[in-house]
């Protein structure tokens, strides 16, 4: 293949400028700006400004409400990473092992990542209804007094479900293309050395998948921190008492609709730091033990 | 050829010379078949006259409107008119020269406006402590309390209940005959501020926020913690039940017949009619003999039609004369009769009244009767900062209590801690 060579300059960074002003104008503006709103105190309709340095970290850090959301932030990207990680492995594996109907499987098993956070939202709001809901109905006949709008457990419970049934596609594609990849000597020599199913399992073939491991350990946790706004937003925003709101959904609900442009700018740079501590900590500690 | 052109350009120069009136955007909150009254009174104005040009642009509910108005506004594309609620009343008022007093307004350009024309439940809100107004009311209500008819036959009582204490002895029976008694939609609006209202209590200092920035709520207070520990109580009973922080989820279970009252606004009215497949009835907010004897009046809730600044003379023309014709007693008759909203100005409830329309529909007339009832010191409403945030606060620790997670009294006093730090920021940011 010939090799393409510019000679001028500055050619390749007329290539790379699109991209660089979508990331300026998406996202280094937005931070900067988000930052020096959390330094002052705005009235909604920016009239009057004035700087208080870090009153509105204080008022932030110091209120009960932000915890309640931090914590359960925390536990719904636990579960729903730990859900949808597990059911797409799962689904991806068997999937795997098919011959004859693997790729009716892959198309349909792929079908919900096409859809938008909103749109799932919207159609789970539908089954989880308490006067006409399908699932609603069939987990109160269960016995469990399922309800939604004043049962905070239950409507935590109905996120998390909600949010892994979507990521579940996106796991179990990237994970059947990683397994895939496994090169077929190394499966049918362990074919040879071991009759176990799971043990050839954890000990062969999981090793081998850490690299997609990692990757989507690390999206699905992006995922659940902030791509399930649009969920929460279409399903409970934030009730019942307030306790299903993710962090960036309070940010969303204190800055748009309490129009605290102050308050809701410091929470935003407060989780950066946060996400950003958080990867660091990944690439630092975990991807060390990823073998390529 | 060129003539050809010459001729095209002078043909578009002329109608764009035909086309010039001037436009007037509205930016509402009204949606359903309020929006569709709402468009046709925009019509009707538009059809009297050739100079201006009012356009209304559904916006979602109030708070979507109010959040697409502020974004609007700083981005300097605010629209001409827009329709703000009761509960950011503050934040708009309070920011100085975002929007054009009504008053100022109708001075400047000749529309005679006597603010004593208004009906006296309406003309506080939404003017300054001088008693100049602002913001131009527009949608009226009140909470008043709808009931099945039909239930209330089958279980054998005659009136629908005028205080609690009967809605107590009412509900027993409606159990038996298989009814909840009672839903209420926007609690903090039914069953906290207009609850203090009937009962005549302060809600907050600085005159409830009218002599300026409020830094203490009073939500925690005798009446409201007996009230509300007694919603419990009635939801354990099967009296009351709560259908989520949904307006719509409440006026459901009326529609659904799964509950025989519902707490709603006089302004349901009108969708009511249409949607009801049973009969219904409208009476006054119940209150609590033991804390007041009879209820007072209730204040106004919905919203106001607020100017933004910064508009040409010319639209400012337009913009007064459009306001003028939506409290001329002819339209205002017509939104309240389409609606059920309250006419808010005196003749127009005059016209009404004699026109007879009370006489074939006397549930239209409970809200103005509620809100005409005399004014005592606390019934003349609020003006607080960050309400929204404030109202949202409500709602939890009202959801708190009704799960019996905290007593009225734990529940109402962390209302009161949280809102007094909210009044406190927003004093601080207007300083």
Same mark, same amino acid.
């Given at each position: 293949?010939?090799?393409?060579?510019?000679?001028?300059?500055?050619?390749?960074?007329?290539?790379?400028?699109?991209?660089?002003?979508?990331?300026?104008?998406?996202?280094?503006?937005?931070?900067?700006?988000?930052?020096?709103?959390?330094?002052?105190?705005?009235?909604?309709?920016?009239?009057?400004?004035?700087?208080?340095?870090?009153?509105?970290?204080?008022?932030?850090?110091?209120?009960?409400?932000?915890?309640?959301?931090?914590?359960?932030?925390?536990?719904?990207?636990?579960?729903?990473?730990?859900?949808?990680?597990?059911?797409?492995?799962?689904? /991806?594996?068997?999937?795997?092992?098919?011959?004859? !109907?693997?790729?009716?499987?892959?198309?349909?098993?792929?079908?919900?990542?096409?859809?938008?956070?909103?749109?799932?939202?919207?159609?789970?709001?539908?089954?989880?209804?308490?006067?006409?809901?399908?699932?609603?109905?069939?987990?109160?006949?269960?016995?469990?007094?399922?309800?939604?709008?004043?049962?905070?457990?239950?409507?935590?419970?109905?996120?998390?479900?909600?949010?892994?049934?979507?990521?579940?596609?996106?796991?179990?594609?990237?994970?059947?293309?990683?397994?895939?990849?496994?090169?077929?000597?190394?499966?049918? /020599?362990?074919?040879?050395?071991?009759?176990?199913?799971?043990?050839?399992?954890?000990?062969?073939?999981?090793?081998?998948?850490?690299?997609?491991?990692?990757?989507?350990?690390?999206?699905?946790?992006?995922?659940?921190?902030?791509?399930?706004?649009?969920?929460?937003?279409?399903?409970?925003?934030?009730?019942?008492?307030?306790?299903?709101?993710?962090?960036?959904?309070?940010?969303?609900?204190?800055?748009?609709?309490?129009?605290?442009?102050?308050? !809701?700018?410091?929470?935003?740079?407060?989780?950066?730091?946060?996400?950003?501590?958080?990867?660091?900590?990944?690439?630092?500690?975990?991807?060390?033990?990823?073998?390529? | 050829?060129?003539?050809?052109?010459?001729?095209?350009?002078?043909?578009?120069?002329?109608?764009?010379?035909?086309?010039?009136?001037?436009?007037?955007?509205?930016?509402?909150?009204?949606?359903?078949?309020?929006?569709?009254?709402?468009?046709?009174?925009?019509?009707?104005?538009?059809?009297?006259?050739?100079?201006?040009?009012?356009?209304?642009?559904?916006?979602?509910?109030?708070?979507?409107?109010?959040?697409?108005?502020?974004?609007?506004?700083?981005?300097?594309?605010?629209?001409?008119?827009?329709?703000?609620?009761?509960?950011?009343?503050?934040?708009?008022?309070?920011?100085?020269?975002?929007?054009?007093?009504?008053?100022?307004?109708?001075?400047?350009?000749?529309?005679?406006?006597?603010?004593?024309?208004?009906?006296?439940?309406?003309?506080? *809100?939404?003017?300054?402590?001088?008693?100049?107004?602002?913001?131009?009311?527009?949608?009226?209500?009140?909470?008043?309390?709808?009931?099945?008819?039909?239930? *209330?036959?089958?279980?054998?009582?005659?009136?629908?209940?005028?205080?609690?204490?009967?809605?107590?002895?009412?509900?027993?029976?409606?159990?038996?005959?298989?009814?909840?008694?009672?839903?209420?939609?926007?609690?903090?609006?039914?069953?906290?501020?207009?609850?203090?209202?009937?009962?005549?209590?302060?809600?907050?200092?600085?005159?409830?926020?009218?002599?300026?920035?409020?830094?203490?709520?009073?939500?925690?207070?005798? $009446?409201?913690?007996?009230?509300?520990?007694?919603?419990?109580?009635?939801?354990?009973?099967?009296?009351?039940?709560?259908?989520?922080?949904?307006?719509?989820?409440?006026?459901?279970?009326?529609?659904?017949?799964?509950?025989?009252?519902?707490?709603?606004?006089?302004?349901?009215?009108?969708?009511?009619?249409?949607? $009801?497949?049973?009969?219904?009835?409208?009476?006054?907010?119940?209150?609590?003999?033991?804390?007041?004897?009879?209820?007072?009046?209730?204040?106004?809730?919905?919203?106001?039609?607020?100017?933004?600044?910064?508009?040409?003379?010319?639209?400012?023309?337009?913009?007064?004369?459009?306001?003028?014709?939506?409290?001329?007693?002819?339209?205002?008759?017509?939104?309240?009769?389409?609606?059920?909203?309250?006419?808010?100005?005196?003749? $127009?409830?005059?016209? $009404?009244?004699?026109?007879?329309?009370?006489?074939?529909?006397?549930?239209?007339?409970?809200?103005?009767?509620?809100?005409?009832?005399?004014?005592?010191?606390?019934?003349?409403?609020?003006?607080?900062?960050?309400?929204?945030?404030?109202?949202?606060?409500?709602?939890?620790?009202?959801?708190?209590?009704?799960?019996?997670?905290?007593?009225?009294?734990?529940?109402?006093?962390?209302?009161?801690?949280?809102?007094?730090?909210?009044?406190?920021? *927003?004093?601080?940011?207007?300083?």
């Amino acid at each position: 293949m010939k090799k393409v060579q510019f000679n001028n300059k500055f050619i390749p960074y007329l290539f790379v400028s699109p991209q660089i002003i979508i990331i300026l104008v998406f996202f280094i503006w937005p931070s900067v700006m988000a930052i020096y709103y959390s330094f002052v105190m705005q009235d909604a309709f920016g009239v009057s400004t004035q700087f208080v340095w870090f009153q509105n970290y204080k008022d932030a850090l110091l209120n009960s409400d932000y915890y309640a959301s931090f914590g359960f932030t925390l536990i719904f990207s636990s579960l729903v990473t730990l859900f949808s990680l597990s059911m797409g492995l799962f689904l /991806a594996h068997k999937t795997n092992n098919m011959i004859k !109907s693997r790729g009716i499987y892959r198309t349909l098993l792929m079908w919900p990542y096409a859809l938008a956070p909103a749109v799932v939202g919207l159609m789970a709001s539908f089954f989880f209804n308490q006067s006409h809901g399908d699932i609603y109905r069939f987990l109160n006949q269960l016995g469990w007094k399922f309800d939604p709008t004043s049962d905070p457990f239950s409507a935590q419970a109905m996120l998390v479900f909600i949010a892994s049934w979507k990521q579940i596609s996106v796991n179990f594609i990237f994970f059947l293309s990683g397994l895939q990849g496994i090169p077929k000597s190394v499966l049918e /020599a362990s074919l040879i050395d071991c009759k176990s199913n799971s043990k050839r399992f954890w000990t062969i073939i999981f090793p081998l998948l850490a690299p997609t491991t990692f990757f989507l350990f690390i999206t699905n946790i992006t995922y659940s921190f902030f791509d399930t706004f649009g969920i929460i937003d279409t399903t409970t925003r934030g009730t019942p008492m307030g306790q299903t709101k993710t962090l960036a959904y309070k940010i969303y609900q204190d800055g748009f609709l309490g129009a605290d442009i102050g308050g !809701s700018s410091a929470q935003s740079v407060i989780l950066m730091l946060f996400v950003l501590v958080i990867t660091i900590f990944q690439f630092k500690y975990l991807e060390k033990k990823v073998h390529y | 050829m060129k003539s050809k052109s010459l001729l095209f350009i002078a043909t578009c120069a002329m109608a764009l010379n035909l086309n010039a009136t001037t436009d007037i955007t509205w930016w509402h909150a009204m949606g359903g078949r309020l929006g569709e009254v709402v468009n046709e009174m925009a019509t009707k104005f538009n059809n009297s006259q050739n100079e201006y040009k009012v356009t209304p642009i559904y916006k979602g509910g109030y708070e979507d409107t109010m959040t697409a108005g502020i974004a609007a506004y700083r981005a300097h594309q605010a629209p001409d008119i827009i329709q703000i609620f009761d509960a950011g009343s503050a934040t708009i008022i309070g920011a100085k020269g975002v929007v054009y007093p009504v008053a100022d307004l109708f001075d400047k350009y000749g529309v005679k406006f006597n603010a004593q024309d208004y009906i006296s439940g309406v003309r506080n *809100f939404y003017a300054n402590s001088k008693g100049r107004m602002i913001g131009s009311p527009f949608n009226s209500s009140t909470p008043v309390m709808y009931y099945n008819k039909d239930a *209330f036959k089958k279980a054998g009582i005659k009136n629908p209940p005028a205080t609690w204490e009967e809605f107590e002895k009412d509900a027993v029976l409606l159990k038996k005959v298989g009814y909840i008694g009672l839903s209420q939609s926007l609690s903090p609006w039914t069953a906290g501020e207009n609850f203090m209202s009937r009962h005549n209590l302060q809600m907050a200092n600085k005159n409830n926020g009218f002599d300026g920035f409020a830094t203490k709520l009073y939500y925690e207070n005798p $009446a409201m913690d007996y009230h509300w520990d007694k919603l419990r109580d009635w939801t354990t009973k099967g009296y009351f039940k709560y259908y989520g922080r949904g307006w719509a989820d409440n006026q459901q279970a009326f529609y659904d017949q799964k509950v025989a009252m519902w707490l709603g606004s006089s302004g349901s009215f009108g969708g009511l009619r249409k949607g $009801a497949k049973f009969n219904f009835g409208t009476t006054y907010l119940p209150y609590w003999k033991k804390f007041i004897n009879p209820g007072a009046q209730t204040f106004i809730g919905g919203a106001a039609l607020f100017v933004f600044s910064g508009k040409s003379d010319k639209k400012y023309k337009g913009i007064a004369k459009f306001l003028q014709y939506l409290t001329t007693p002819k339209m205002q008759y017509f939104w309240h009769k389409s609606t059920g909203y309250v006419p808010i100005t005196k003749a $127009a409830y005059a016209l $009404a009244k004699k026109d007879g329309y009370y006489k074939t529909t006397p549930d239209a007339e409970i809200g103005i009767k509620q809100l005409s009832l005399p004014t005592q010191k606390w019934t003349k409403g609020y003006r607080l900062g960050n309400y929204v945030q404030i109202r949202e606060i409500m709602t939890i620790e009202f959801e708190n209590i009704l799960n019996g997670k905290k007593t009225a009294k734990q529940a109402l006093s962390d209302v009161d801690r949280k809102a007094d730090k909210l009044l406190a920021k *927003f004093a601080r940011t207007y300083r």
